[in-house]
């Protein structure tokens, strides 16, 4: 069964250095997502991302954090100079369309900024 | 705007007991709901959906939801718990069209043998 892949599955920063994390969506879905979750907490919608645009993202998704489509497989997301505060477990997602459609997580990527 | 709440931060249940997870909704428009379950150091695994129709969605590993429409609520059931069903388990809604899937805190599920 095809599953979202993520790399790598733990990462550990200094504040204001640069991170990318990476995704290996489904390969017949058309739409991806990045979520995180603090430890603890809720998970959180970050941004969604259809067409090579962004289609959606929330208060959260500040000038920080940029995400792209390099090529046909992969999806990233960048966070240019990281706070204390960004330390969390980011779950990339995709699916195949909008509305009723599920999406699809990964295993995520845990970030940890010292 | 969407929002989900959970209720309950933990269910216990003895193992062959009927399990319900609760989840209530408030959405603008018709919801579109979702429960994930949550393993140990995994990703969020999608067990079932609602968008239109039977109140009574059926989805994997032997687990049903409910949509009541007048009480906004569309809990997680379960006929027999096993100790293998203990996880985090998600409610999630979204508000139609392509608005962001909000998800309640979840709810951590022990089922005891």
């Known amino acids: 069964e095809p599953e979202v892949t993520q790399t790598p599955s733990h990462q550990v920063t200094q504040m204001g250095q640069e991170v990318i994390l990476r995704c290996v969506p489904i390969?017949?879905?058309?739409?991806f997502y990045w979520y995180r979750q603090i430890l603890g907490q809720k998970v959180e919608f970050l941004v969604s991302?259809?067409?090579?645009?962004?289609?959606?993202k929330s208060e959260i998704f500040d000038d920080q954090f940029s995400v792209e489509r390099p090529d046909g497989s992969n999806f990233t997301l960048k966070i240019r100079s990281t706070k204390l505060e960004d330390s969390a477990m980011y779950f990339c997602a995709s699916s195949l369309g909008t509305g009723p459609y599920e999406q699809y997580f990964g295993p995520g990527t845990r970030l940890t900024v010292t | 705007a969407q929002s989900v709440a959970q209720p309950e931060d933990q269910v216990n249940v003895a193992e062959g007991n009927p399990l319900t997870v609760k989840c209530t909704y408030s959405?603008?428009?018709?919801?579109?709901l979702f429960w994930y379950v949550q393993y140990p150091n995994r990703g969020l695994q999608f067990l079932l959906k609602?968008?239109?129709?039977?109140?009574l969605v059926k989805g994997s590993y032997g687990f049903e939801a409910e949509f009541n429409k007048s009480q906004t609520s569309f809990h997680l059931k379960k006929p027999s718990a096993l100790v293998s069903d203990s996880a985090l388990y998600f409610c999630?809604?979204?508000?139609?069209?392509?608005?962001?899937?909000?998800f309640g805190k979840g709810t951590r599920l022990s089922v005891i043998a």
């Open positions: 609602y968008i239109t129709g039977d109140n």
């Open positions: 991302f259809y067409n090579n645009e962004i289609s959606e």
């Open positions: 959405v603008s428009g018709n919801p579109y």
């Open positions: 390969s017949n879905h058309l739409y």
């Open positions: 999630a809604v979204r508000d139609g069209g392509n608005t962001p899937l909000v």
